[in-house]
């Protein structure tokens, strides 16, 4: 969430850059071989700056002999520098090491090093800047290279934008199919269908265009068998787009099922999980979305969204090598893609942005806040000109509210916040006992079965009662809107007197409609709240947001409806007296259903400032920001005292992802060596810099599983020369032997600077491109609280423990989720990790 | 390769949704008032239900007295004044060319999918019967081509040199997908590592 510091290197207490302690350390035996290293470390120690003047400094030490056998190594032809090889293109060393495409990538469910990567970027920068001036192609180069940021997230929205309107148009058009079909224009949904038509009798927007399912087979569009029909062509229908939904998933992305926020969430910490952003994903995610809210389960599109969008951010930065290689980059495209989500799923800009800030995203500075900003707006505009709903705004529910709120209102709307935040609670408790269930029964097994077993409880359930048979978002926008002239519904019936003259609509008492109206509410809320707990989770495409206002909104809408009631009858009641004396409608029970929609909403995603603004995007008065801050943080309150995590971060925990909370403080007193590995009588791999044979590098390689090794001067001494990655190891010594002569298993591998000058046997394998010289170590006294810290915040991958200034173990991110488990007492093992 | 395949196939049909779209004339009034007003007894003191009322105005004509008016004056004789207000009057548009071509698309595009589905299922196996059941692949970067996929990994894929055939190459990158594929349901439906 906070941006880290860049310049590390000079912040951090890294022993190997103070020179003058080195002297001190150095060991009697060893005396000879040091002299060497501690000139080179004298030269890293001039700190960032110094990294790529360094390899020019180096040819003082370096021998005069060079290997001919190196040259005739094809030069690579990668548009980028890799990360510890020198930028400066006319060096000297340049010639004889060769560079290896691919290095500073990661595999499949591996964690990032967010400093290797920044620091990759900087190198690639400075090379751009300092190839600038040489010729007109560089120079647009340089420029292509400094907007294609922004060009990057313009087309994010662009396409963004594009997608949520297929989806929406598509999805509206689709669950309309189950009630019937216009015939001389099938795209059309019912209120599309009855467009213009001129029959002035108002019935559910109904028309003769439109033909229900009853009608279309010659059956009267009344009666009992016509009701019989039409139920079971709704259950039909839905079947159909679950099994249908259910099944592209299973055969051609198995990412795409779920909500995606939990690991969208996780990726943005530093996460690798390929194929998760990928095509087929984002093809059968939103095609996914649209069957599945089609089938009336008790779902939305507004998280699946929110992967959607980052789908087509990775898709995208591969355009940009800039960000389709590094992945760190990488992620500040997804954290803008991730408000672009928000901002087309709600048709809320700024609440997308404050999403992505407040729960996505783990690193967000401010250049990421002001690309995110920009990408919103593009997507919100794009949206807008498609204008999927016809009402000229970006989401089905909007409402627009006049009504002033009186302070006696804010009680009830605390209540809310109560209710919100238990509901939320118990909601998320029971969905992550159902989903453990799931996980570990046979129940697993059958994931199709089970989402057309929902969908068939669903359908049978939710037809008979109006409130639930129409789809969640119609419901929504019938509960937050207020009783005027043109609503029909029995939800506003009151006994009013549309005889008198032209006065404002007055409070009125409720009608026999209304009673009936809060009964089926009643009968909704507990239908949606059970369903909506078994239905999270399916392996369809799924989102929560929907599913959580709705249950708001309806508690809202009831205590609203309860307190209109109370000040209509208690009109002399002093805190009502001001306002609600003179028969005015002061209670808008449509504000209540608002502000109990963020209640529950807050509840189960605990989210607090995003929300609300989301929320006052919606209605688009900022009257009621203080009415549902109240309610939100009431909820958040009741909700943080039940249960410690919301939804996201409990599923984050169920499936085990590497993620590390920067919400949680760590207060445990372990030290750094009581975590590090190797533990008691485990054995330590290390590399050498210049005594190992490509053999044992190899053997090495065969025989363990770590993810890296560091580099030490010699075995005996221990000391620390850099750290390299498994991957680039692997990588390096498979295209050497592609590509270099005389390479044999007897071969030096070298992580030295220079080649000793009268060099004997075979030639070596120099591999100082691919090592990092600067890893991040901590002494063994470190206490965890520091290094959970610095994983947090520097967002590392490793950290070396010395002891004396020598090389004693390492600490990696695996261990430290490791260790955090252990002392929650839970199961260390359950941490997904390669 | 199947997914560029699809991609180019879509290409295609929503180019040629697109010039439909152009040359068929919009056969559809995309704008409308709509009024919604009780029913004209309302004024003779009768309640009753509500009336709709539409046409194709300007917005800014888009009122009672424009759209409504016209159409019930003989029932209110002279008592506008208290109708109308009691009337809610909402400019709207749509674009009936887009949704025509959104939703056919979105029908194409599931049609194709379960077509191919339906191929996965009953005819490639058929087919494939000969090949060797390749072994599972760490997924690779989007970008890096078969060419540079790196080794080290478990089963280092393909030792035999295909030729630079163009159906092979397809072959080969379905083959890839299929396999990418495999171990996300293998994640998912029955390790259960992922996305429970």
């Known amino acids: 969430m906070e941006s880290r510091p860049l310049t590390h290197r000079g912040a951090m207490n890294n022993p190997l850059m103070r020179p003058p302690n080195y002297q001190a350390l150095s060991h009697p035996t060893t005396q000879q071989q040091q002299q060497q290293p501690s000139v080179r470390y004298q030269s890293s120690a001039n700190g960032v700056q110094g990294k790529d003047e360094e390899e020019e400094e180096d040819p003082i030490l370096d021998s005069p002999i060079s290997y001919n056998t190196m040259e005739s190594a094809p030069p690579s032809n990668q548009s980028y520098v890799s990360f510890a090889g020198g930028s400066v293109a006319t060096n000297i060393l340049d ?33 751009i800047i300092k190839k600038r001036e040489d010729s007109i192609w560089d120079w647009i180069k340089s420029g292509h290279d400094a907007w294609s940021g922004w060009v990057c ?58 033909k229900s399912w009853p009608q279309v087979f010659g059956h009267e569009p009344e009666g009992a068998g016509a009701y019989i029909i039409s139920y079971i062509f709704y259950i039909l229908w839905s079947l159909l787009f679950a099994s249908l939904a259910a099944s592209l998933v299973m055969m051609f992305a198995p990412y795409a099922c779920g ?102 995203s783990y690193y967000f500075p401010l250049k990421t806040l002001w690309r995110s900003f920009f990408a919103a707006l593009v997507a919100a505009f794009v949206l807008r000109s498609i204008n999927p709903f016809g009402n000229e705004h970006l989401v089905l529910f909007y409402v627009e509210y006049s009504k002033p709120w009186i302070f006696i209102e804010l009680l009830p709307f605390i209540l809310l916040g109560v209710i919100g935040g238990i509901i939320g609670t118990l909601f998320i408790k029971l969905n992550i006992k159902w989903c453990r269930y799931r996980k570990t029964s046979l129940l697993g097994q059958y994931p199709r079965l089970e989402v057309v077993a929902v969908t068939l409880l669903t359908a049978f359930v939710a037809y008979p009662n109006p409130y639930t048979r129409i789809n969640t978002s119609n419901l929504i926008y019938l509960l937050f809107s207020q009783c005027g002239v043109a609503n029909n519904d029995s939800l506003c019936d009151y006994q009013r007197n549309f005889t008198s003259a032209n006065t404002a609509i007055e409070i009125a008492a409720a009608g026999p409609g ?188 065969r025989e363990t599983d770590h993810n890296g090794f560091p580099v030490v001067v010699s ?58 010289l600067a890893p991040i170590t901590i002494t063994d006294q470190t206490p965890m609280e520091t290094v959970v810290d610095m994983f947090r915040k520097l967002g590392l991958r490793q950290t070396l423990v010395t002891h004396n200034g020598r090389l004693l173990g390492i600490i990696t991110k695996k261990d430290v989720l490791r260790h955090i488990k252990f002392l929650e007492s839970e199961d260390p093992e359950s941490v997904l990790f390669n | 390769m199947a997914t560029s395949r699809m991609a180019r196939s879509l290409l295609y049909i929503s180019i040629f949704l697109s010039f439909c779209a152009v040359y068929v004339k919009a056969e559809y009034e995309d704008k409308r008032c709509i009024c919604v007003c009780p029913d004209p007894s309302v004024v003779n003191g009768t309640k009753s239900n509500r009336m709709v009322y539409k046409d194709a105005v300007a917005p800014s004509k888009c009122d009672c007295d424009n759209v409504v008016l016209p159409k019930v004056a003989p029932d209110i004789r002279g008592r506008e004044r208290e109708f109308c207000p009691r009337c809610e009057c909402k400019y709207e548009s749509r674009n009936s060319t ?99």
């Open chain 2, 98 to 196: 887009t949704i025509k071509v959104v939703v056919i698309l979105v029908i194409w595009i599931i049609s194709l999918l379960v077509v191919y589905m339906a191929f996965l299922l009953c005819l490639d196996p058929l087919l494939n019967k000969r090949r060797s059941q390749p072994s599972y692949q760490e997924h690779t970067n989007e970008e890096e081509e078969a060419g540079s996929v790196v080794g080290g990994a478990p089963g280092m894929a393909h030792p035999l040199p295909l030729r630079p055939n163009v159906l092979n190459r397809v072959g080969h990158q379905q083959d890839k997908w299929k396999r990418q594929v495999q171990e996300q349901r293998r994640n998912i439906y029955d390790r259960h590592t992922m996305l429970n």
């Open chain 1, 259 to 360: 909500s995606g926020i939990p690991e969208i969430k996780t990726i943005l910490s530093g996460f690798i999980i390929r194929g998760y952003l990928g095509k087929w994903t984002l093809l059968i995610k939103s095609l996914g979305m649209v069957l599945a809210v089609s089938a009336g389960l008790s779902l939305g599109k507004e998280g699946p969204l929110v992967h959607v969008a980052c789908c087509i951010g990775n898709i995208l930065s591969y355009m940009f090598p800039k960000y389709g290689r590094n992945e760190a980059k990488k992620r500040e495209i997804l954290s803008a893609a991730a408000a672009v989500g928000v901002s087309v799923a709600f048709g809320a800009p700024i609440g997308g942005v404050l999403f992505s800030l407040e729960e996505a």
């Open chain 1, 715 to 772: 075995r005996q001494s221990q000391y620390l020369v850099g750290f390299v990655a498994r991957r680039d190891l692997n990588i390096a010594i498979n295209q050497a032997k592609k590509n270099t002569e005389g390479i044999v298993g007897d071969s030096t591998v070298l992580f030295t600077a220079s080649v000793p000058s009268p060099w004997m046997g075979p030639p070596p394998l120099r591999l100082r491109k691919i090592l990092d």
């Open chain 1, 153 to 210: 997230v313009f087309m994010v929205g662009v396409f963004a934008g594009a997608v949520a309107g297929t989806i929406d148009i598509g999805a509206s058009w689709m669950s309309d199919l189950r009630f019937g079909i216009c015939p001389e224009a099938f795209w059309f949904n019912q209120e599309q269908c009855c467009w213009s038509s001129n029959e002035t009798f108002y019935d559910r927007d109904n028309c003769s265009n439109w």
């Open chain 1, 514 to 701: 209304v009673l009936k109206a809060v009964w089926l509410l009643a009968l909704a809320l507990v239908f949606k709240c059970v369903v909506t707990v078994f239905t999270f989770g399916l392996k369809v495409p799924c989102g929560l947001f929907i599913p959580s206002l709705a249950m708001g909104a309806i508690i809202g809408r009831l205590v609203g409806i309860g307190m209109e009631q109370l000040a209509y009858h208690n009109q002399d009641w002093a805190v009502f007296a001001g306002e609600c004396s003179t028969g005015e409608n002061c209670i808008t029970p449509g504000l209540y259903a608002m502000v109990g929609a963020a209640a529950v909403l807050g509840g189960v995603t605990r989210m607090t400032v995003s929300l609300v603004v989301i929320m006052f995007e919606l209605t688009g008065g900022v009257r009621y920001i203080v009415p549902l801050m109240a309610a939100v943080m009431a909820s958040k309150w009741i909700g943080d005292a039940f249960g410690k995590e919301g939804i996201y971060d409990a599923h984050i925990i169920l499936n085990g992802y590497p993620f590390l909370d920067s919400k949680e403080e760590f207060s445990h007193t372990t030290l750094a060596h009581d975590v590090m590995k190797p533990g008691k009588s485990e054995s330590f791999y290390v590399l050498t810099q210049d005594s190992m044979s490509l053999e044992d590098v190899e053997q090495l390689l």
């Open chain 1, 95 to 127: 010639s004889e090491e060769q560079e290896f495409p691919g290095i500073g990538q990661y595999d499949d469910f591996h964690t990032i090093d967010w400093q290797r990567d920044v620091a990759r970027d900087r190198m690639r920068h400075r090379h």
